[in-house]
T-cell receptor
Framework: GAVVSQHPSRVICKSGTSVKIECRSL??????MFWYRQFPKQSLMLMAT?????????EQGVEKDKFLINHASLTLSTLTVTSAHPEDSSFYIC?????????????FGPGTRLTVT | AQRVTQPEKLLSVFKGAPVELKCNYS??????LFWYVQYSRQRLQLLLR??SRESIKGFTADLNKGETSFHLKKPFAQEEDSAMYYC??????????FGQGTRLTINP
């Protein structure tokens, strides 16, 4: 149980375009989802916390107008990278909490590698 | 403020040797501590949580509130233990705070 999927697993886009990444909890209801960014051989950097039905909470230094997060249902959150630039190329990972358990434990998706050319 | 410190960025040991990955935390309340592992080209996955006091893949971790530590230990390292290990702290509905991670390499 507790599986989180991400789509796409890999995407290449041109500079200036927007890209949407989906994160789904497959067998549980995720009241809270998280979006991370991971640089090669480095730790995860939390970008934002997404609560179902409300606005996302962004970490300091993360541009909310550039990284649009929507969490419209208990099983789906999306991250849209708007007007992407090469410096946005990275590995984006989502995770989800099981809202029923009350535990802070997070279940992670496999990640999406974004390359902006 | 919540903080998790993993002092070793890299750790290399020989197969069969004991392993200890250090984790120290700062938190004013009663946190939950976790160890996550990321094998090469795989997603981050939960290895241990302190509340369950279990041993997974031979690894154990004991929460020491006096020393504010949650070190991960294994008596005999195996090559398949090579991975990135992250210590994390959380409570209730709050976000998890991750350490910087330790890359463990087991040499044959």
């Amino acid at each position: 149980g507790a599986v989180v999927s991400q789509h796409p697993s890999r995407v290449i886009c041109k500079s200036g375009t927007s890209v949407k990444i989906e994160c789904r909890s497959l067998d549980f209801q995720a009241t809270t989802m998280f979006w991370y960014r991971q640089f090669p051989k480095q730790s995860l950097m939390l970008m934002a916390t997404s609560n179902e039905g409300s606005k996302a909470t962004y970490e300091q230094g993360v541009e909310k107008d550039k990284f649009l997060i929507n969490h419209a249902s208990l099983t789906l959150s999306t991250l849209t990278v708007t007007s992407a630039h090469p410096e946005d190329s990275s590995f984006y990972i989502c995770s989800a909490r099981d809202g029923v358990s009350g535990s802070p434990e997070q279940y992670f998706g496999p990640g999406t590698r974004l390359t902006v050319t | 403020a919540q903080r998790v410190t993993q002092p070793e960025k890299l750790l290399s040991v020989f197969k069969g040797a004991p392993v200890e990955l250090k984790c120290n935390y700062s938190y004013s309340g009663s946190p939950e501590l976790f160890w996550y592992v990321q094998y090469s080209r795989q997603r981050l996955q939960l290895l241990l949580r302190h509340i369950s006091r279990e041993s997974i893949k031979g690894f154990t971790a004991d929460l020491n509130k006096g020393e504010t530590s949650f070190h991960l230990k294994k008596p005999f390292a195996q090559e398949e233990d090579s991975a990135m290990y992250y210590c994390a702290l959380g409570q209730g509905a709050q976000k998890l705070v991750f350490g910087q991670g330790t890359r463990l390499t087991i040499n044959p």
